[in-house]
């Protein structure tokens, strides 16, 4: 297993973390490839005769890291139901529902702890740090954070992150995001129980608003035949939903903790290959599920949990070049981009927990506008196939959602420009790539040139790593003082660069003979 370049340099960042303190907790978006990283680091320590546990929450979690450490040529034992803990191995995956049965039995106290899902389980996590205080310990989430206030800080001493979604789409190792978002009117009223919604007043919500057969309508419309998840709020929603696809001649299976696990591997597998259209799952697949084929999700789960909703959008974000998927389109019935933002926006995660999340203005860099035939979403990053380009589109009227949503004119390819118009352009980029190319000639950086390109490129629909192929032309190695200039003007976090030159690297060795 050969980590990417993000991956490598995460990697190092916590084993730096390591050095000054026990317990460092470490974030990648979901399909970012956590499960590379944390099995590198426990095949590290295993190298160097430590006795390691990784502790995760579900079975499926446990047959990836087992697969992932198999691949790294690490011998493992597991400790979970009818599997005991084995002097024959020094490295275990432990399931953490077993775990609390096990602790008068353990044999081999860990000297390193690798906790996955860590935003999960507090409690345990509070007893596992209580009863090996001498241990290092990792946790590893695609979200740290809890709905419930709790602070992660106060197991962990510091949080490592790598790169967020939007970085991870800009360097294709995930997929574009096209996100369509029907108003749902009257959530605001429904009572919170607890730290959700009140189920009971949900159920009649979606009665009365006919949720399900709009989302039946808007799979048909916007994603027919793709590979779809849906994320239902209860096992027997769940059940209708599916019945309501059925009806409409689609193959859509319910899935839940109920479910028998040798069938739930089969439904999976039957996603996984193409076999059905989709599963409409309840609370089963918002972590560990692993199938890059998805390329639609369906919201019908509300939340108010930051995490939570990561953790189903995470579910498409996979790449798939076996399948020819280019894009996830996610079909948002219960205002989810209202309560948390674009999938892209900047969010900074409460680690250090929260009295009451409250809700921010959005992302400045994150401007949305919404088509008001399609219900779709685009902002500057998820413009592909978006029906506001079109010039038709372009002189409808405009609806602008809440007062935190700002209006912002979707970007017009060259091609779809009237002719005087593509030919100012052409002018205007030619000049700004002549400048630019020019002043690498003379080993300098044209920091104007590289601005002017960046706000062409944005009017036209382009990504900024779009400007650098067009400033590096011919060029067999990675411009680095170029890759650092667009990185300052976009206000990228560091590091940034890292991964955008490893991915450089990646494509000038296929282009070799």
Excluded at 27 to 41: D, H, I, N, S, W
């Amino acid at each position: 297993m050969i980590l990417r370049p993000y991956q490598q340099e995460l990697f190092q960042r916590v084993r730096e973390a390591f050095r000054e303190h026990d317990r460092v907790f470490m974030a990648l978006p979901t399909g970012g490839g956590k499960t590379a990283v944390f099995a590198t680091m426990a095949a590290g320590a295993h190298a160097k005769n430590r006795t390691v546990w990784i502790c995760l929450p579900r079975q499926e979690l446990i047959d990836q890291a087992s697969a992932a450490l198999t691949s790294l040529g690490v011998p493992h034992g597991r400790i979970q139901a009818r599997r005991q803990e084995s002097r024959a191995f020094s490295l275990h995956l432990v399931s953490s529902n077993t775990l609390i049965r096990r602790w008068d039995k353990i044999k081999q106290p860990p000297q390193f702890i690798i906790l996955d899902e860590a935003h999960l389980y507090y409690d345990r996590q509070l007893e596992i740090c209580e009863r090996y205080p001498d241990s290092k310990i990792l946790g590893v989430s695609a979200s740290p954070e809890r709905l419930d206030g709790r602070g992660l800080s106060d197991i962990y001493d510091t949080l490592v992150e790598g790169p967020d979604i939007r970085q991870l789409v800009e360097l294709e190792y995930l997929c574009p995001v096209r996100y369509y978002a029907p108003p749902l009117d009257g959530l605001n009223t429904v009572h919170r129980k607890g730290i959700d919604y009140d189920e009971s007043e949900l159920a009649q919500l979606f009665a009365e608003r006919k949720v399900y057969g709009q989302a039946v309508d808007h799979y048909k419309r916007h994603a027919p035949g793709k590979s779809t998840l849906v994320f239902a709020r209860s096992v027997a929603e769940a059940e209708k939903i599916a019945a309501e696809f059925r009806a409409q001649g689609w193959i859509f299976e319910p899935v839940s903790g109920k479910t028998p696990k040798k069938l739930r591997r089969e439904l999976v597998e039957a996603l996984r290959t193409g076999a059905i259209h989709g599963l409409v799952n309840c609370e089963i697949a918002t972590y560990g599920l692993d199938v890059p084929r998805i390329e639609c999700l369906i919201l019908l789960r509300p939340t108010m949990s930051k995490a939570l909703q990561t953790q189903m959008i995470g579910r498409g974000l996979r790449t798939s070049p076996e399948t020819g998927k280019t894009e996830c389109v996610v079909l948002d019935h219960v205002n989810l981009i209202h309560e948390f933002g674009h999938p892209f926006s900047k969010y900074e995660w409460q680690f250090s927990g929260r009295e009451k999340r409250k809700k921010k203005d959005a992302d400045p860099e994150i401007r949305l506008r919404l088509c008001p035939e399609t219900f779709l979403y685009c902002t500057r990053s998820s413009c592909v196939g978006c029906p506001n380009n079109t010039k038709k589109r372009k002189t409808r009227a405009e609806a602008v959602v809440d007062c935190q949503l700002q209006e912002q004119a979707a970007p017009i390819t060259l091609n779809d420009r009237p002719m005087e118009e593509r030919a100012v352009f052409r002018e205007r980029l030619d000049a700004a790539i002549d400048r630019g190319r020019e002043a690498i000639k003379e080993g300098r950086i044209d920091a104007g040139a590289v601005g002017d390109l960046l706000a062409l490129a944005k009017q036209i629909g382009r990504q900024p790593m779009w400007v650098y192929w067009r400033l590096s032309e011919g060029r067999l190695t990675a411009n680095v003082p170029l890759l650092s200039e667009i990185a300052r003007q976009e206000n990228y976090k560091p590091g940034w660069v890292y991964f955008a030159r490893g991915k450089i690297a990646e494509k000038l060795e296929r282009r070799k003979p």
